[in-house]
C-alpha cells in the first residue's frame, strides 16, 4: 500500500472534496459555511444534552463576540436556533436547535454518512479500528497545527 506521503495526500484531497461538499450545500440553502458549522456545534451539543451558550459556540468556532452575535441574529431570523434563559440563571443564554436546523443537519449529513458507510463496508473491523485510530491521531495533529499557526499570526 501507500506510505505516509501518499496518505497525507488522500487526506489533502478528502479536505477539497468536503470543502466543495460543504460549498454545495450551504450555497444551496442560502448559508454560510460558518452558519453550518454552527449548525453542527449545536446539534452534538443538544445530542449530547450539554447546550451550548453563545461564548461556547464562539470559542468552538474561533469567532469574536460580535461575530459570533451576528451569525446567531442570521440563524434566528432563518428560525433554526432560538435564545433560550437558563431556567437555574436567567444571565446564562443556551442555544436551542430548532426543528428546521435540525431538518437542515439531517439533509446535509444524512446522504454524505449514507455515502461514506457504503465506502466502508468492504472493510472489516480490523481494518475499520486501525482507520479510526489513524483518523484520531489526523485530527490532533491538525488541532495542532491550527494552534500553533494561530500562535505565530
Known amino acids: ?10 487526506l489533502r484531497t478528502f479536505n477539497l472534496e ?3 461538499f460543504v460549498e454545495v450545500f450551504t450555497r444551496a440553502h442560502g448559508l454560510h459555511r460558518t452558519d453550518l ?14 447546550p451550548l451558550t453563545p461564548g461556547e459556540l464562539a ?3 474561533r469567532l469574536s463576540p460580535a461575530a459570533t ?3 446567531l441574529d442570521r440563524l434566528t431570523r432563518a428560525g433554526h436556533v432560538e435564545r433560550r434563559h437558563d431556567t437555574a440563571d436567567r444571565r446564562r443564554v443556551h442555544l436551542e436547535m430548532q426543528p428546521s436546523a435540525r431538518a437542515l443537519a439531517q439533509a446535509f449529513f444524512t446522504p454524505l454518512g449514507q455515502h461514506l458507510r457504503a465506502a466502508f463496508d468492504e472493510f472489516d473491523d480490523e481494518a475499520l479500528d486501525a482507520a479510526t485510530r489513524v ?4 485530527n490532533k495533529a491538525t488541532a495542532k497545527a491550527a494552534d500553533e499557526a494561530r500562535s505565530t499570526a
Open 1 to 10: 500500500m501507500g506510505d505516509a506521503g501518499e496518505l497525507i495526500d488522500l
Open 18 to 20: 468536503a470543502d466543495r
Open 37 to 50: 458549522n454552527a449548525v453542527a456545534y449545536i446539534w452534538r451539543a443538544a445530542e449530547e444534552d450539554k
Open 59 to 61: 470559542r468552538k468556532l
Open 69 to 71: 452575535t451576528a451569525l
Open 135 to 138: 483518523l484520531i491521531r489526523v
